[in-house]
């Protein structure tokens, strides 16, 4: 699982250091024009919202699919549908991020909100960490205390490409 998580976080990086030529390929996106044309998009508050709604259901329809899956003896697919999970939060990301017309202000705003949801995510994930009790004297709550680390790490990077895809990233101009 360890070494699952130490790929997916060298993945994240790869996207994150080649992010540009990553965002070019959806110039002409349909989801990117039609997010493009809608005036309430154009909003900061209204954009970062929507991003935050759009983080929560792919999070928790993950999560879902995940908890349907544990009833199933099928090896390797959970791995699968975080997979794809990440790279369709990845391409949401990317549209927003090509949709988006304003200032970098307000886009460092829209991107701040979206992104916040994984923040949440995270410090509720640490304070479960912190406060992790056994449920009944002689517990052994070592794997729990496993999955809510690899929790905290998944949320904040999570966070941060979330941030760095939405937030930061320049588009480019046409002269």
């Known amino acids: 699982m360890t070494l699952i998580l130490l790929i997916g976080l060298f993945g994240v990086g790869l996207v994150i250091l080649f992010k540009n030529p990553i965002i070019d390929k959806f110039e002409k996106n349909k989801k990117v024009n039609m997010l493009k044309n809608t005036m309430w998009f154009q909003s900061h508050w209204?954009?970062?919202?929507?991003?935050?709604?759009?983080?929560?259901?792919?999070?928790?329809?993950?999560?879902?699919?995940l908890y349907v899956l544990v009833y199933f003896?099928?090896?390797?697919?959970?791995?699968?549908?975080?997979?794809?999970?990440?790279?369709?939060?990845?391409?949401?990301?990317?549209?927003?991020?090509k949709a988006w017309q304003g200032t970098k202000r307000n886009r460092w705003k829209m991107g701040t909100i979206g992104s916040s949801?994984?923040?949440?995510?995270?410090?509720?994930?640490?304070?479960?960490?912190?406060?992790?009790?056994p449920s009944y004297?002689?517990?052994?709550?070592?794997?729990?205390?496993?999955?809510?680390?690899?929790?905290?790490?998944?949320?904040?990077?999570?966070?941060?490409?979330?941030?760095?895809?939405?937030?930061l990233s320049k588009r480019k101009v046409a002269h």
């Open 137 to 167: 004297p002689g517990e052994d709550t070592f794997m729990r205390a496993i999955g809510l680390f690899f929790a905290i790490i998944v949320t904040t990077v999570a966070f941060i490409t979330c941030l760095v895809i939405t937030g």
């Open 73 to 97: 003896i099928i090896p390797i697919v959970h791995i699968l549908v975080m997979f794809f999970a990440v790279i369709g939060s990845i391409i949401l990301w990317i549209v927003i991020n």
């Open 46 to 65: 209204l954009a970062g919202i929507f991003l935050f709604v759009m983080n929560a259901v792919l999070f928790f329809s993950t999560c879902l699919v």
């Open 117 to 133: 949801f994984y923040m949440f995510l995270t410090i509720i994930f640490v304070y479960w960490f912190v406060t992790l009790k």
